[in-house]
């Protein structure tokens, strides 16, 4: 057994100045892209023109400090790493799962015997994509036409490349995003603000391509809106309508009693006036009413019926008594009505003396 040791260990020093040693051992990531939380598989390949893959030690190693991680297909962590032999392909193969951040941009090493083979595994678009974690698709936000979407994605790479379309319209214009870095990665916000038209059943739809994986961030199927927009205008409408009505109906009603209040006044003031000019003017009449009808006329006939009611006695006394009384009487009628004073009293007087020619008789 020994011998054949050594034979192999002369035969590597002879080969390594024929063969490089990247050529009989080498590692790489065997499938992209890789997608972070998800396990990843590192694959290493051992030449064929030597014996594989049990004659000398296996081993995978990581970090800065080339950290044995599994040795001969046993795990140093058996929830972390995992080692697959194929013989037949000569390939050793490292399963790291649920692969992080902390697993990228570091060396890694494959060793087979005193082959080696150790780069870095370095974070690139091509090779790796952190998927969304949030759930998809998002619902839309519908206020009346207006379609409205804000969202972040809190952590993806690459950065994501979105369309927007409704139906067959290609509304990509109203879609903003918005790319912050993360950590190793990138923290996206999309805003979406859109005014859809009349038409029933289309379908609004938000993707995005994070390296090479589509994703639907929304897909919302609009139901019919028009007749339920029409009829909430309407109702608006009608609203606005009745409140309007009632104002101008308050306003007239207030304007009429306004109206209404005035001509009452203006009535009570008229009836006011008029009943004291009334009473004014009936007293003023009763008042002529007594100076016409004390006239020398009815004097005249006072006085002849007193006489003929006396006639045969002493009328003397009477006739100067009721020509003294009568004649204040006539001077305060002809001082109101006019009457020249002078021809009452020479009518008095022509009584008088025919007053004396009946006694004489």
Same mark, same amino acid.
């Given at each position: ?65 080339? /950290? ?46 005193? *082959? ?6 370095? @974070? ?43 139906? *067959?319209?290609?509304?990509? *214009? ?9 950590? @190793? ?90 009943? *004291? ?12 009413? /007594? /100076? ?70």
């Amino acid at each position: 057994m020994k011998i054949y040791k050594v034979l192999y260990v002369a035969l590597c020093i002879v080969c390594e100045t024929e063969t490089p040693v990247q050529d009989r051992i080498s590692w790489n990531l065997l499938k992209k892209p890789a997608v972070f939380t998800r396990d990843v598989q590192l694959e290493c390949t051992i030449s064929t023109e030597f014996p594989c893959c049990n004659e000398f030690t296996r081993k995978w190693s990581r970090g800065r400090r080339y /950290d044995l991680v599994v040795m001969n297909g046993v795990s140093l962590n058996t929830a972390k790493y995992k080692e697959n032999l194929n013989i037949s392909a000569n390939t050793s193969t490292l399963t790291i799962y649920k692969f992080s951040e902390y697993d990228v941009d570091i060396p890694y090493e494959c060793s087979y015997g005193f *082959d080696s083979a150790s780069h870095i595994l370095e @974070l690139t678009e091509e090779n790796f994509e952190y998927h969304p974690e949030e759930m998809l698709p998002y619902n839309l936000t519908l206020e009346g036409h207006q379609v409205v979407l804000n969202i972040t994605l809190m952590k993806v790479y690459p950065a994501p490349i979105c369309t927007a379309m409704d139906g *067959d319209i290609d509304v990509t *214009d109203n879609l903003i995003i918005k790319n912050d870095e993360n950590g @190793l990665f990138l923290r996206s916000n999309l805003r979406f603000n859109y005014t859809i038209n009349y038409v029933c059943h289309t379908t609004v739809e938000i993707s995005c391509r994070i390296g090479q994986t589509k994703f639907a961030i929304v897909n919302y199927s609009r139901p019919c809106i028009k007749e339920k927009y029409d009829s909430t205008v309407s109702l608006v409408t009608v609203r606005v309508m009745i409140i309007v009505c009632s104002i101008v109906i308050i306003f007239y009603i207030t304007v009429l009693l306004r109206m209404n209040y005035r001509l009452h006044v203006k009535r009570n003031k008229y009836l006011s006036t008029k009943t *004291d000019g009334s009473n004014q003017e009936s007293k003023t009449d009763d008042r002529n009413n /007594d /100076d016409t009808n004390v006239t020398p006329q009815s004097v005249e006939m006072q006085r002849m019926s007193i006489v003929q009611s006396h006639e045969g006695m002493d009328l003397e006394p009477a006739v100067k008594h009721n020509v003294q009384h009568s004649q204040p009487l006539l001077q305060s009628v002809a001082k109101e009505g006019n009457i020249d004073t002078r021809v009452v009293t020479n009518k008095s007087r022509k009584k008088k003396k025919r007053l004396k020619t009946i006694q004489s008789v």
